[in-house]
């Protein structure tokens, strides 16, 4: 089983565990279906035109996160790949999140904060100093211990006064950097602390080093952690890849409910999994690795960057893939190739009844392939999971 941070977690091309340790079991069961899925998506992009002005909604809070990431996050295997889940879609209308409006939620076991959801809302309140309606969204990434988590809010004032109030809750300097206040010893884990409910806490006590990044706090191990936000000479969003990437999944969307941010160094690292050649013999296991290596081989043009999401658009959530390609010729040939490469995917993780299209998004300096997947007619609205 995978751990992070203390709790099962789901990686995005395999099938784990539940995000939160209180689901019951049909929650723990809707999310392991979508993680399924997840997995195939990421696996056929492993496999390594329309005008965006048709009609494209910005989605704020994820354009706020991508002004936070680095551009490094589409080259860098170390940092591996970007969860995001928006709390502002997940919450009913004029209410808090809670674990129940999670069963919907595919990734985000890997953010540090995300454990601590399942609790009351006003149990967070108290165990962290943030109301839960103040909270736009979450994001993580990196490699553990070393991994960041971060916590979006709706502008810089708003996340100011979430980090003014730390010191009340066991927070103080952290040596000599400003800004920056941590709540014990750094990259620290005190069991006597731990507490479940706790995000700057959590079940293993680990410290949280804690500063301001915009309209975020960004959460680590220690200060130096954040070397990889605070030290970038470029963001996300003004890269190439992740302009092009999020025109593809802007395009025709209401909001961006959940995401991973994609760089195909992480997707390629994830490609061949060693386990499909257990209990075979050589010849056997040297034939099943020859014929992956011919799919990989027929795969999808190689593209830099990707973003999967969940979008909220007029007749239901889709599941959106965008690679940014340097032309629309290239974008075409990967969308044209998408659902041959569905087709080989392994049937224990593609629904039966899901169906792929796809389309080219012109997004200067280059083009998108916005490859869809959507439920067919006969299956209940928004059923895909």
């Given at each position: 089983m995978n751990t992070r941070n203390g709790f099962p977690y789901l990686h995005p091309g395999g099938v784990g565990c539940s995000l939160l340790p209180d689901f019951t079991a049909a929650e723990r069961s809707s999310m392991a279906s979508r993680q399924r899925m997840v997995g195939a998506v990421i696996a056929m992009a492993a496999m390594t035109t329309l005008p965006a002005a048709a009609w494209a909604a910005e989605d704020i809070d994820l354009r706020a996160l991508m002004t936070v990431l680095p551009e490094s996050v589409f080259t860098s295997a170390e940092q591996g790949y970007?969860?995001?889940?928006?709390?502002?879609?997940?919450?009913?209308?004029?209410?808090?999140?809670?674990?129940?409006?999670?069963?919907?939620?595919?990734?985000g076991g890997d953010i540090r904060s995300v454990g601590s959801l399942g609790a009351d809302p006003d149990l967070f309140h108290a165990k962290s100093g943030i109301d839960l309606r103040d909270l736009r969204c979450l994001a993580g990434f990196g490699q553990a211990p070393r991994d960041i988590a971060i916590w979006g809010f709706a502008d810089v004032p708003t996340a100011r006064a979430a980090f003014d109030v730390l010191p009340d809750h066991g927070f103080a300097p952290a040596g000599f950097f400003p800004?920056?206040?941590?709540?014990?010893?750094?990259?620290a884990m005190d069991f006597a602390r731990a507490d479940a409910a706790d995000p700057w806490r959590g079940p293993m006590g680990r410290t949280s080093t804690v500063t301001l990044g915009d309209a975020a706090l960004l959460q680590a191990g220690t200060a130096a952690d954040f070397a990889p936000v605070l030290g970038a000479t470029s963001t996300a969003l003004e890269s190439d890849p992740g302009r092009i990437a999020l025109a593809g999944i802007e395009h025709e969307s209401e909001g961006v409910i959940q995401a991973l941010i994609l760089s195909p160094v992480t997707v390629g690292a994830q490609a061949i999994d060693p386990a499909f050649l257990i209990g075979k013999t050589q010849a056997e296991a040297q034939a099943a690795f020859e014929a992956e290596v011919t799919n990989m081989a027929?795969?999808?043009?190689?593209?830099?960057?990707?973003?999967l999401a969940e979008v909220a658009t007029p007749t239901g959530a889709q599941v959106v893939l965008s690679l940014a390609y340097p032309s629309c010729a290239e974008a075409a040939e990967a969308?044209?190739?998408?659902?041959?490469?569905w087709n080989l995917m392994n049937p224990a993780y593609v629904p039966a009844e899901a169906e792929l299209s796809g389309q080219t998004i012109e997004a200067a300096p280059?083009?998108?392939?916005?490859?869809?997947l959507s439920v067919r007619p006969q299956r209940p609205w928004n059923s895909l999971w």
């Open positions: 970007v969860e995001y889940i928006s709390l502002a879609r997940l919450a009913p209308a004029g209410g808090t999140v809670t674990s129940a409006d999670f069963g919907g939620v595919a990734w800004g920056v206040l941590a709540n014990g010893d750094p990259g027929a795969g999808l043009p190689p593209y830099s960057g990707a973003i969308v044209a190739r998408a659902p041959a490469l280059g083009c998108a392939a916005r490859i869809v």
